[in-house]
């Protein structure tokens, strides 16, 4: 097993789309980084949120998530309540090739603001945008900025290839263009 390097990411990206829509860089003064990295790519925050709340006293379950746990927020920016949680997706679209994992791991420029960041593996056959909780572990509001940088993604490469790919073994989750709450 490898780690996908940049030039490796690249040419994948570009040939097959594996990232949709592919970025080489996006950095500068006040932005949140996000693009091609040496052994990785961070992807973006797209402008849609869901704020989980207890406003309507809804109660989380995996087995029969109730749409009243959360609100809809839209926009360049996502106010976080103190010690709460956020869906959102990526503005990339990704396809894993057969031959890859990608891990996800959160920004330190977030994670030094107590956001942490949680993705499940995206296995060898999943597409779509990947949904992306974003849980708010301080006492305080947190900002979350769309359109920029907000984890980044790790390909490796495996040895050989496996049985199944995820599109066979679990469809209800592969082709995602949505933001996914739990489904069991």
Request: net charge negative; with cysteine.
């Amino acid at each position: 097993m490898a780690l996908l390097p940049d030039h490796e990411i690249r040419r994948r990206a570009l040939e097959y789309k594996m990232i949709d829509p592919f970025i080489e860089r996006h950095s500068g003064p006040g932005i949140i980084s996000s693009g091609l990295s040496p052994l990785g790519y961070d992807a973006r925050v797209a402008p849609e949120f869901r704020v989980f709340t207890n406003v309507d006293s809804a109660m989380i379950d995996p087995k029969a998530f109730d749409e009243r746990s959360f609100v809809v927020r839209d926009g360049d920016v996502c106010v976080i309540p103190p010690n709460s949680f956020v869906l959102t997706k990526t503005v990339e679209y990704f396809r894993v090739p057969a031959d890859l994992l990608a891990l996800c791991i959160g920004k330190s420029t977030y994670a030094r603001c107590g956001l942490i960041v949680n993705v499940t593996p995206l296995n060898p056959g999943w597409e779509g945008h990947v949904t992306i909780e974003i849980s708010n572990t301080t006492p305080l509001p947190a900002k979350v900025y769309a359109n920029e940088g907000i984890c980044q993604f790790l390909f490796i490469l495996a040895d050989t290839l496996p049985e199944k790919l995820y599109g066979e073994i679990n469809p209800k989750f592969n082709k995602i263009t949505e933001i996914i709450a739990a489904r069991a």
